[in-house]
């Protein structure tokens, strides 16, 4: 038995329980090479999709987060509280075994991962079969026991917050000039370097760049895949507009369009500077920011900065923690160059908005929020009560 538990500082601990502990600690040693002696059987097919599309969370916001390892029940029940999903069930058997076989031919299995032809060959994002595999052998080791073997983040090892689930095509560091929610290939290395601040993501700063690389080469490999199963669905739901004829082709056509936006989205956004200040200059700055704190309607969802508990749904129907701004742990980084980014990007798929303001008052709010965890820093006059 195998647990990978989520510590109270969001660290993973692995906790390997009874008389499996010797052939855990074998499997985790024997797969810490970059090459894995142990790959995935060549029979393993990705498992088709069994969880709703969710179209629309509930309108109700959620009061608790579900335990991560009930994350199918909780989404079967969305409908019920009022999402509206798409369910691939409904599908008829035909079109849906269509569906499963033109996925499997576009791309591969675990063991032989694959791009459909003519792309993996263009837009320099490696998704060539070589190191695809390389990926999907590190991915085994490293990642699947919480983003899941098809990178549906249902892992065993998951914790709150939840692991990303790449099928839906859309991430939360993207800093590229694009918007349409896919990272450049460097937000993804940053992550998997650095992991995820106050989540269970772990750092995997020691990793040679090679599997770095191909890991997220892989993680690009697995959202382009389900982001096309997931429009398969749409499509061939009984309530969907389109007419489908030809599956696989209508399958090509999605894998065409997604891997489109991610060549799109390699173009680097503006990187956000703003100027250093200090003494009374930065005091007076914190001031301001404190006050467009109050005037931009961040409180209605950071109430009290965050330390209260609550919670929003995502774009994946499951309920995400707003942060507590006054904990120096920001999952999206505390330089004014990420949180400048965070203000004026937003985080769509946390329905976190983009702030529109002017360039002097995003550095004001930069300001306030670098202060806010540290009483000391805060003018006594801010009226934030630390
Ligand atoms: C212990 C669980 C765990 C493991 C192991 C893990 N992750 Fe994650 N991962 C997470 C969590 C939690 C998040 C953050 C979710 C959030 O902030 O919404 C995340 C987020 C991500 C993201 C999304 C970042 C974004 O911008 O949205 C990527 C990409 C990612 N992980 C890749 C990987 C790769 C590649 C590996 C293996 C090398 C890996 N993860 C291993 C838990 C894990
Ligand atoms: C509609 C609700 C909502 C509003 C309004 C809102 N936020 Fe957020 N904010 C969120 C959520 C949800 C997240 C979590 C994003 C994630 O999953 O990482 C977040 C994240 C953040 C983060 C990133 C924290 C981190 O861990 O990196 C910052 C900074 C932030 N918000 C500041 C603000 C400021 C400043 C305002 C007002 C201008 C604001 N927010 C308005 C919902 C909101």
């Known amino acids: 038995m195998l647990n990978i538990v989520t510590n109270r500082r969001g660290g993973a601990a692995i906790r390997a329980t009874g008389l499996h502990?010797?052939?855990?600690?074998?499997?985790?040693?024997?797969?810490c090479g970059s090459t894995a002696p142990e790959g995935y059987e060549p029979h393993l097919r990705y498992a088709p999709r069994t969880d709703p599309v969710?179209?629309?969370?509930?309108?109700?916001?959620?009061?608790?987060?579900?335990?991560?390892?009930?994350?199918?029940?909780?989404?079967?029940?969305?409908?019920?509280?009022?999402a509206k999903v798409l369910s691939a069930s409904d599908i008829p058997a035909a079109p849906r075994e269509q569906m499963n076989q033109t996925l499997d031919a576009l791309f591969g299995t675990p063991a032989a991962p694959a791009m459909p032809a003519g792309i993996a060959a263009v837009g320099g994002l490696s998704l060539d079969a070589e190191t695809l595999a390389h990926g999907s052998a590190s991915y085994r080791v490293?990642?699947?026991?919480?983003?899941?073997m098809s990178g549906d983040g249902r892992g065993v090892g998951a914790g709150f917050p939840y692991p990303r689930d790449f099928r839906r095509g859309q991430f939360k560091r993207t800093t590229g000039n694009a918007r349409n929610g896919k990272p450049r290939v460097e937000d993804l290395i940053r992550v998997i370097r650095g992991g995820v601040p106050g989540t269970s993501m772990p750092l995997f700063d020691l990793l040679p760049d090679a599997d770095v690389d191909a890991l997220a080469a892989y993680a690009i490999h697995l959202s382009i895949r389900g982001?096309?199963?997931?429009?398969?669905?749409?499509?061939?739901?009984p309530d969907s507009d389109e007419d489908i004829a030809d599956v696989t082709a209508a399958?090509?056509?999605?894998?065409?369009?997604?891997h489109r936006q991610w060549i799109?989205?390699?173009v680097p956004g503006a990187v956000y500077t703003q100027p250093e200040l200090e003494g009374e200059a930065l005091t007076e700055s914190i001031r301001r920011g404190r006050r467009q704190f109050a005037n931009n309607a961040c409180l209605s969802c950071h109430e009290s900065y965050g330390r209260t508990q609550s919670y929003r749904f995502d774009i994946w129907g499951l309920p995400n923690k707003i942060p507590d701004l006054t904990q120096p742990e920001y999952r999206w980084g505390r330089e004014p160059a990420d949180l400048g980014r965070t203000l004026k990007h937003g985080i769509a798929p946390a329905n976190m908005p983009v702030v529109i303001l002017k360039d002097d008052e995003v550095a004001d709010l930069v300001n306030f929020l670098r202060a806010l965890p540290y009483p000391?820093?805060?003018?006594?006059?801010?009226?934030?009560?630390r």
């Open 54 to 82: 969710i179209l629309a969370p509930p309108a109700e916001q959620p009061t608790a987060a579900p335990d991560p390892l009930k994350l199918e029940e909780y989404l079967a029940g969305s409908a019920g509280r009022g």
């Open 21 to 31: 502990l010797a052939s855990v600690l074998f499997g985790i040693v024997a797969g």
């Open 251 to 258: 399958g090509r056509s999605a894998a065409g369009k997604s």
């Open 264 to 266: 799109e989205a390699q």
């Open 376 to 385: 000391a820093k805060l003018p006594a006059d801010t009226g934030v009560d």
């Open 227 to 237: 982001e096309v199963e997931e429009l398969l669905i749409r499509g061939l739901h």
């Open 142 to 148: 490293r990642c699947s026991s919480c983003h899941g």
